[in-house]
């Protein structure tokens, strides 16, 4: 008999009557019949509020009705074949119906491209899933994971899926999946495991209750969370299943093992998963940070029975890697398509900043601070050195962001310069390791930075003596641009002058504007690295436009943070031809995954990140699949500035070799920290940098050949 209980129907298996303090009660056995969870349940059918047996429905009697009209029927028989699996699919995948078409793009709600069935063809001729793609970016990574994603579930191979995303893609995963794929999806964070405790009681598990989820790598990497997860994960002693069917890891090179050191607290997490999980499914650009030994560990992970951690692929693993890893390129697939699928980035257009006297004299005076810090830990052992440069890695890399959040940074540094105690190399040991873990919310790492400056004033206090003349400098420059430290907010006051912003608004005024109007058809998406700059900017930008033309991406939530469906609408208002925003200004942890390119074409880099890869992340917010315009990408130059005219000239070197990134990843740090943090001059770390570059690049072309799948596959992307 069938029964409906808790909004859910299933089988009414068995029923235990016994005598309770209130009467008559009976103990029922339900197997549900949906595709959710738990499968079966025992419950106390009187306590149930909403309750009912469905009592089996007779058959009708076919001699008092009409027969059905001849084309009714034949309506009904194709509109039943068309919904049915079964006649479309060969389960083995090796039977005479193998040959038979793949069933997922006819049950989707999107337009598949012809390159994106490629995955899916290689998946399904393997026995488990264990498929990394590292298609470029914004190529359709999330349609071709869908795909093979919906063809396992149509196929009955899969029932329970976990997908793990940057906190700021949940929503997106979510909403993809509903309207491409007709697949509902349950988010799983700290809100929706309380309501369901409170729905079902404290001992409820999500990860046991729901068969489809998504959620954020940094939720689930929490020492409770993680804990919660593996709980749910125990399978009676002896069971031949996993508790896990399919696992999706979306810009799956931010789990990657370290090459030096200890591995992250994301990748501990992900070796602790993966074993739960028939078949794996990893998502990521740019899966080849320049180290092998990083690389070839993220393979373990994925496929530990066919490959090891190792710092050098042999070729027997590299014939391996070919079976694993599928990589096409933009220009791959326009030179086997015509007219070309996807619109031509134009090379990065330079805006050349014309620098006020007082921003080169505080340039000027953090060089010389540098120069000072760099002689006084020449001599010293190698944690003191690793102190001296975080020191000046901190400070340099906001004031590269923009003067008002290098004056932000400093003045956290002289508090810590003025404490009573000074802090010693473990301190700023400690500060470092706390601003290099990733959060995902730019608020806590703005917190944690800030942190660090005060630390490392506190470590200055050690050789304040011999950088007094240094640390005065620092303050007449700050003090040139109007700027007061001691004046409360430093993010509200506004610098005697600030070329960059100078330069912003003349190319809003360019792009976005005309006779004084707002453009209809343009869009301006600007990057930055820190919170700070993002606040300093929206506060300069509403100063001069007024109405809702400026919006913000950030990462974070919370009080004063920004809740997934707050993003979510900024998105959607961004990609609204009819929305009166023009400009959407966002820190990193909007750059992956998101799809931005509906409306903008234009971009353009505030500051530049140390790592060019995430310069490429940037980029593909607007250079992606469903672009119908050139795009055009703008970063700042200027000779008045060394560290400036470096950082444009990794700009330029970065697009130019944007497809082997990986390849240079490790050249583009050293050469950053040469001349960032060390000094050297910035002529000779340039042509050393290119002359690495160019070699690297040529080593990466071989191993592309070897180690990524672009033969027949590939090839039949285009034909």
């Known amino acids: 008999m069938f029964a409906t209980v808790r909004n859910r129907r299933g089988v009414v298996a068995a029923v235990e009557p016994f005598d309770g303090e209130t009467g008559r009660l009976h103990l029922a056995h339900l197997e549900y019949k949906d595709d959710q969870l738990p499968v079966d349940e025992r419950l106390l059918?009187?306590?149930?509020?909403?309750?009912?047996?469905?009592e089996p429905t007779a058959l009708p009697e076919a001699s008092g009705t009409d027969p059905m009209p001849a084309d009714d029927f034949d309506a009904l028989l194709r509109a039943s074949s068309w919904t049915a699996a079964t006649p479309y699919l060969d389960p083995d995948s090796g039977g005479p119906l193998a040959r038979l078409p793949i069933s997922s793009p006819f049950h989707g709600a999107v337009q598949i491209e012809d390159f994106q069935l490629v995955p899916?063809?290689?998946?399904?001729?393997m026995p488990r899933v264990n498929l990394l793609i590292a298609d470029d970016v914004g190529l359709g990574k999330t349609i071709e994971a869908g795909l093979i994603l919906s063809e396992l579930l149509l196929r009955r191979r899969i029932q329970r899926v976990l997908i793990l995303t940057p906190a700021s893609l949940r929503l997106q995963w979510r909403d993809e999946m509903w309207e491409k794929f007709a697949l509902p999806f349950d988010l799983v964070d700290r809100a929706e495991t309380h309501a369901l405790r409170r729905r079902l009681g404290m001992d409820a598990n999500p990860w046991r209750s729901f068969s489809r989820i998504i959620a954020s790598y940094h939720y689930l990497r929490q020492e409770d969370v993680l804990e919660q997860f593996l709980a749910a994960c125990r399978t009676p002693e002896g069971s031949p299943h996993l508790p896990w069917d399919l696992l999706i890891v979306d810009e799956c090179h931010n789990l990657m093992p370290s090459a030096f050191g200890d591995d992250s607290d994301l990748c501990r997490m992900l070796r602790l998963l993966a074993p739960q999980f028939e078949h794996r499914l990893f998502l990521s650009a740019t899966p080849h940070n320049g180290h092998t030994r990083c690389f070839t560990g993220l393979l373990e992970i994925l496929d530990p029975v066919r490959f090891s951690q190792t710092d050098a692929l042999k070729p027997a693993e590299k014939e391996r890697v070919q079976q694993v890893v599928l990589r096409r390129l933009k220009r791959e697939i326009n030179a086997r398509t015509n007219p070309p699928k996807f619109c031509t980035r134009h090379q990065p257009q330079a805006l050349v900043l014309a620098l006020s006297p007082q921003e080169i004299a505080l340039s000027a005076a953090f060089e010389a601070f540098r120069t000072a810090i760099r002689k006084l830990m020449a001599s010293g052992e190698g944690r003191r050195r690793r102190a001296g440069s975080f020191a000046v890695e901190i400070l340099g890399k906001r004031l590269l962001s923009c003067p008002t959040a290098f004056a932000e940074s400093w003045r956290r540094c002289k508090e810590g310069l003025a404490e009573d105690l000074a802090a010693g190399e473990?301190?700023?040991?400690?500060?470092?390791r706390n601003v290099q873990r990733d959060t995902g919310d730019d608020r806590e790492a703005q917190a944690r930075e800030a942190t660090a400056a005060g630390v490392v004033g506190a470590w200055l206090k050690n050789v304040a003596a011999d950088l007094r003349s240094e640390?005065?400098?620092?303050?007449?420059?700050?003090?040139?641009?109007?700027?007061?430290?001691?004046?409360?907010?430093?993010?509200?006051?506004t610098p005697i002058s600030d070329a960059r912003v100078d330069a912003l608004l003349a190319l809003v005024e360019e792009l976005l504007r005309s006779n004084g109007k707002w453009r209809d058809d343009e869009r301006l998406l600007v990057f930055t690295e820190y919170k700070t700059t993002l606040d300093y900017l929206v506060r300069r930008l509403r100063e001069r436009y007024e109405g809702e033309r400026i919006l913000t991406l950030f990462g974070g939530g919370g009080k004063d943070g920004m809740e997934e469906a707050d993003r979510d609408l900024v998105k959607q208002a961004f990609n609204d031809p009819s929305h009166s925003v023009r400009i959407l200004l966002a820190t990193d942890a909007a750059a992956e995954g998101l799809n931005l390119q509906h409306t903008a074409r234009y971009l353009l880099?505030?500051?530049?990140p140390w790592n060019p890869s995430k310069l490429e992340q940037r980029n593909g917010r607007v250079d992606r699949h469903g672009q119908a315009r050139d795009v055009t990408v703008h970063y700042f130059v200027t000779d008045q500035d060394q560290d400036l005219a470096f950082l444009a000239h990794v700009i330029r070197?970065?697009?130019?070799?944007?497809?082997?990134?990986?390849?240079?990843?490790?050249?583009?740090?050293?050469?950053?920290?040469?001349?960032?943090?060390?000094g050297e001059s910035a002529a000779a770390v340039r042509a050393d940098l290119d002359r690495r570059v160019t070699a690297a690049r040529g080593r990466a072309a071989i191993d592309a050949d070897d180690t990524t799948e672009?033969?027949?596959?590939?090839?039949?992307a285009g034909d």
């Open 471 to 493: 640390i005065a400098a620092i303050d007449d420059g700050i003090a040139g641009l109007r700027v007061d430290l001691g004046g409360g907010d430093i993010i509200g006051q």
């Open 605 to 608: 880099h505030f500051d530049c």
């Open 710 to 716: 672009t033969g027949a596959e590939g090839r039949a």
């Open 426 to 432: 473990s301190d700023v040991d400690a500060a470092r």
């Open 45 to 54: 059918w009187e306590l149930e509020p909403s309750r009912a047996l469905l």
């Open 653 to 678: 070197k970065a697009d130019e070799i944007r497809e082997d990134l990986g390849s240079a990843n490790e050249l583009f740090d050293e050469a950053a920290h040469r001349r960032l943090v060390e």
């Open 120 to 125: 899916l063809l290689k998946a399904l001729r």
